[in-house]
């Protein structure tokens, strides 16, 4: 069984700063891609960041600039630096990570619980 276990989200007013971790457990043999994806309420669920195994990144137009996905491979965890936070910016973040749990094995996905993202005006 994987768990993937977020943190970070809270309350923080416009223009503050928010770092969100995930970190991955379980029957582990790799994790390929990893991804930060978000829903406000009514709105569908969007990309916000994705980082590969090799550390290449893609970000929604929306928080390139502000933004700033990273990840140790070591803990098999995934951050999210949030800066320059807008009210925008509030919703539910999920972390994702697509897992290999043996050689040859397919690639499942696996989502976090999410956690709350709320931005004062």
């Known amino acids: 069984q994987v768990h993937l276990v977020e943190s970070g989200g809270g309350l923080v007013q416009a223009g503050g700063s928010l770092r969100l971790s995930c970190a991955a457990s379980?029957?582990?043999?790799?994790?390929?891609?990893m991804g930060w994806y978000r829903q406000a309420p009514g709105k569908q669920r969007e990309l916000v960041a994705l980082?590969?195994?090799?550390?290449?990144?893609n970000y929604a137009d929306s928080v390139k600039g502000r933004f700033t996905i990273s990840r140790d491979n070591a803990n098999n965890t995934v951050y999210l630096q949030m800066n320059s936070l807008k009210p925008e910016d509030t919703a539910v973040y999920y972390c994702?990570?697509?897992?290999?749990?043996?050689?040859?094995?397919?690639?499942?996905?696996?989502w976090g619980q999410g956690t709350q993202v709320t931005v004062s005006s």
């Open positions: 994702d990570a697509d897992v290999q749990l043996s050689t040859y094995s397919p690639v499942y996905r696996y």
């Open positions: 379980g029957n582990i043999f790799r994790i390929n891609g």
């Open positions: 980082i590969t195994s090799g550390g290449r990144t």
